[in-house]
């Protein structure tokens, strides 16, 4: 009987242990996670962020700005920006004040820049009021013309186009858009 006992004890200390390192894991995955959601780039539907290539040509699309105004890929100026954003996406927010300060100082003003906010419109408002002086603002879904025309999955994504509709650069970070005294 003493043997049995003895057996069960430790059992149970084995458990209260297993129990102890099982919630110590679950806490850290937690943290690890939380992290992770603040420092990448939105991807939806999973899988490997997806840009368009430099030399790619984006497809034909037609949208209405949030001003009211028609806009295509025919009518992009040579070395338009275009950019994705996403409510919700916070690399995207971190990323728009420097991006609206950059628009601002491009030649070509809001002609040259385009912002795609793509998403759940009702939450878009934000990002359009900050976006809308320094560039055409267009919103759609994740599955909208613009998006689809550029592949686009991920965010916040940054393009760089010539006069025909090619892409010049792209990337997720500032960095792939060129200087303007470079224009």
Do not use: N, W
């Amino acid at each position: 009987m003493g043997l049995l006992t003895a057996a069960v004890v430790i059992v149970g200390a084995l458990c209260v242990i297993d129990l102890l390192l099982t919630v110590g894991v679950i806490r850290r995955l937690r943290e690890h996670t939380e992290l992770l959601a603040s420092t990448t780039q939105r991807v939806v539907g999973g899988g490997p962020m997806q840009l368009l290539e430099e030399g790619t040509q984006v497809a034909d699309f037609a949208a209405t700005t949030t001003d009211g105004e028609p806009i295509s890929r025919e009518m992009l100026p040579a070395m338009s920006v275009v950019a994705f954003f996403s409510p919700g996406c916070k690399p995207c927010g971190a990323m728009i004040p420097a991006f609206s300060d950059y628009a601002a100082t491009l030649p070509g003003g809001r002609a040259q820049v385009m912002a795609v906010v793509v998403g759940d419109t009702r939450q878009a408002g934000d990002y359009v009021g900050q976006l809308t002086p320094v560039a055409r603002v267009v919103t759609e879904g994740f599955e909208g013309q613009i998006s689809e025309a550029f592949k686009s999955r991920t965010y916040p994504a940054l393009y760089v186009l010539d006069g025909e509709g090619k892409v010049v650069s792209s990337g997720t970070e500032m960095t792939v858009l060129p200087k303007p005294s470079m224009r």
